[in-house]
């Protein structure tokens, strides 16, 4: 069983980072403080595909939900509209110049890659932004696990 700390670092990135085995769905096990990735019907990318234990592990995740709903709780990915408000919160956090250009870099097409060329050239910058994203995700988190009556992770969100 993984430590609480790892299960939390991992809720915090579902549906956030890439995903190389292209599992949409997590489920939060209240019991054994886990998660499981089920891919849903479909989903099945060639790694997942080609791994005959790991279908069989999926198939036997899906029948445990299915087995004991109340059990389990649908991890919410972090959305492309959330990460994005991310974004214009922390420009509007910035001094009236670099404000006014990460705006205005967040109208154009492909508003993430703009973003991240002006975060990433300047290393302050950039670590403000990872602490302002790390925040946010924690902050979706301890909303989720609120709304779900989840209460082994409060301590660490506190």
Do not use: C
């Not at 649908?74 to 006014?100: G, H, K, V």
Request: proline share 4%.
């Amino acid at each position: 069983m993984k430590k609480i700390e790892e299960v939390l670092d991992e809720l915090m990135f579902i549906g956030v980072e890439p995903d190389s085995l292209d599992v949409y769905r997590a489920y939060f096990d209240r019991e054994n403080v886990e998660i499981l990735h089920v891919a849903t019907p479909g989903d099945h990318s060639v790694m997942i595909g080609s791994n005959p234990d790991m279908l069989k592990r999926i198939a036997e995740d899906r029948a445990k939900i299915k087995a004991n709903p109340q059990r389990y709780v649908l991890i919410p990915t972090y959305s492309s509209n959330m990460a994005y408000t991310d974004m214009l919160d922390f420009a509007n956090l910035q001094e009236q110049e670099l404000r006014e250009k990460l705006l205005y870099e967040l109208t154009l097409p492909r508003p993430f890659e703009k973003f991240s060329e002006i975060v990433e050239n300047n290393a302050e910058l950039r670590q403000q932004w990872q602490a302002h994203k790390q925040q946010q995700r924690r902050d979706f988190v301890k909303k989720w696990a609120k709304q779900n009556s989840i209460t082994v992770f409060d301590k660490l969100l506190a």
